[in-house]
């Protein structure tokens, strides 16, 4: 814990030192859908809410760092005397990825790779 603590305060330390670089802000939303485990007898949609950081160091690298909110619907197949039942939940989590990537420029697509670690909050 205290390894992932140090390097997420590195990596703020090392976004907010870049002032020559392009900075870019934004948010970020979006669902998604629960198909695994078991989710078989209802449709189950969650939500991710958030904010990200950019820093372009040129046309093709850049570092990301991000704070995402998600929410999302889960299942487990409940056990009991005589009966199976799928028991939904509900899982709440605080992600926070930090990322570094390669930006490749295609006419008027802009595709890229990253890669990083990510530091996973879960709170029910």
């Not at 976004?15 to 078989?40: E, R």
């Not at 999302?72 to 199976?84: A, C």
Request: with cysteine; hydrophobic share 45%; aromatic share 16%.
């Amino acid at each position: 814990m205290k390894k992932q603590l140090y390097l997420t305060c590195t990596a703020a330390l090392f976004f907010i030192n870049a002032p020559a670089q392009q900075l870019n802000l934004g948010a970020v939303a979006g669902t998604n859908y629960s198909f695994d485990n078991h989710v078989a007898e209802k449709f189950h949609l969650g939500y991710s809410v958030g904010a990200f950081m950019e820093v372009a160091f040129n046309r093709h690298i850049f570092a990301r760092g991000e704070i995402t909110y998600l929410s999302k619907q889960r299942s487990n197949l409940q056990q009991s005397v005589g009966y199976n039942k799928f028991a939904p939940y509900t899982v709440n989590a605080w992600q926070i990825p930090l990322t570094l990537g390669y930006r490749v420029k295609w006419k008027a697509l802009q595709p890229y790779l990253q890669a990083g670690m990510f530091v996973h909050s879960a709170q029910n």
